[in-house]
């Protein structure tokens, strides 16, 4: 279903700032936080209070339209939708981000479920940990 569409059927619309955030969540190369949009709508002479971000991206959210993660830092992170669902790993020494299949995670998750009964939603957060360059450099 059509954004525009999905928006209309809950009472909403299409307002000129969603449209401005999904813009600017395309052109993202790798998840984005609202300030990160908010710069970026602001560079290009477009004045939104973040508020009205973090408004908007719950909303297209509840629509299924953006997702969120949260990785080490505990900012939320935003993207779109239909990329392909994926679980993050986070270096806590260089701070690098790799992006991880869900396929990768399912095992972990099936054992969450099957030992703590726990449904866990890997893509929504981080697996903390040192990287392999990081791990190669303090063992030199």
């Given amino acids: 279903m059509k954004i525009e569409d999905a928006l209309r059927q809950r009472g909403g619309r299409m307002t000129m700032q969603r449209r401005l955030i999904l813009d600017a969540l395309a052109r993202a190369?790798?998840?984005?936080?609202?300030d990160d949009i908010q710069r970026q709508l602001r560079a290009k002479g477009f004045e939104i209070d973040a508020?009205?971000?973090?408004?908007n991206l719950e909303v297209l959210e509840g629509l299924g339209h953006v997702t969120h993660t949260h990785l080490d830092d505990r900012?939320?992170?935003?993207?779109?939708?239909?990329?392909?669902?994926?679980g993050h790993l986070v270096c806590t020494v260089c701070g690098a981000e790799t992006e991880v299949p869900m396929a990768a995670l399912r095992p972990l998750a099936r054992r969450l479920m099957e030992r703590y009964g726990f449904a866990a939603d890997l893509a929504h957060a981080a697996v903390s940990g040192i990287c392999e360059q990081c791990r190669v450099v303090q063992s030199s």
């Fill in 51 to 55: 508020s009205t971000i973090y408004r």
């Fill in 29 to 34: 190369r790798h998840h984005t936080t609202a």
């Fill in 75 to 86: 900012v939320t992170r935003w993207h779109r939708a239909d990329e392909e669902r994926h």
